[in-house]
C-alpha cells in the first residue's frame, strides 16, 4: 500500500472487494471529507469528524459514517476508526400512492417512451437502476414476459429473473419499440444518436410528471413501494412476494405485508 497516495490505495482495494455501487458511494464520502476540511480523514481529529457528519440527515450521516470507518480501518487507524460516531436514524413504513395517482402519472408523459418507463416501474417494481439495465431483447411480446435484471442492493451483479407483463404494458412497449430507427440494444434510449437512457434521466422524467400532478416530493422508488403493497393485498405470499420483489432478507418483504395489512384493517373499521 503506498503511504504517499492512501486514497488511490483505497480505491484500488475497494475495486476489489467492494460493489461498483458501494466503492463510489465511499470514494464520494472521502473525497467530500477532504474538499471539507482540507487534510484527509487519518489525519483529522474527532470533532471533525462529528462536525462532518452533523451536516447530514440521520440516515446519510448512518451512510457516510460507515465509509469513513471503513477508510480508517483500512489504513490501519483503528483508534480513529472506533471513535466514528454511529447515527442511528428510524426505518419509517414506505411512501405508497393510489392507483389513481398511478393513471395520472401515465397520462402526465409527454411521449410513449415516458409511458412506458413508468409503466414498467410500476408494474414490475423496478429500481432505477433496473430501468436501465433493460434491453430489447428481455421483452418478449409474444409470451407477454420480460426478463429483468434485479439489483442486489448489498452489492454484486444482478440477477436476472423472468416476470409476466400485463397484455396493456406489452402493447404499448411494442408500439414504442416499433417508433424507433435505431440498432441500440437498450430498452430505453435517449439523445441523439440513441444511446442507454441513464439512472439520472429516469429521475428527471419521473420528478417532472411527479410535478405535473401536483406531488413534487414523490420519488421514483414510490412505484416500486406502491406496487409491492398492492401484490401483497392481491394475496401473494411471502415467499413469492420476496422473490419477486428480489428481497435477500424476509424482513424486507414482510414490511409490505404489513401495510396490505394495515389497509384491509383500516377498510374494515369503515364498514
Known sequence: MSQQNPLQAYEQWLKLSASPRTAYAY??????????????PSQAKPEEIYAFLSNFSPRSAHRHAYALRSYLMFLGRFDLAGKVPKPKFTTSLPNCITNELVRKM???????????IIACMYELALRRGEVVLLNRDDFDYNN?????????TKGGLPEDHILPI?????????????????NERALFVCGDPPRRISSEMVRYIFKKIAKRIGMPDLKPHVLRHTRLTELAKMGLDLIDLAKFA??????????????????????????
Not at 144 to 152: A, G, P, W
Not at 166 to 182: F, G, K, P
Open 246 to 271: 428480489h428481497h435477500k432478507s424476509p424482513s424486507s418483504t414482510l414490511i409490505y405485508i404489513h401495510l396490505a395489512h394495515k389497509d384491509i384493517v383500516e377498510k374494515l373499521k369503515r364498514t
Open 27 to 40: 470514494l464520494y464520502t472521502i473525497r467530500k471529507f477532504i474538499e471539507r476540511f482540507g487534510k484527509d
Open 144 to 152: 407477454r414476459l420480460m426478463r429483468v435484471h434485479r439489483l442486489k
Open 166 to 182: 400485463s397484455d396493456e404494458l406489452a402493447e404499448m412497449i411494442q408500439m414504442y419499440l416499433n417508433s424507433r430507427n435505431d
Open 106 to 116: 401515465l397520462l402526465a408523459c409527454d411521449n410513449l417512451r415516458e409511458k412506458c
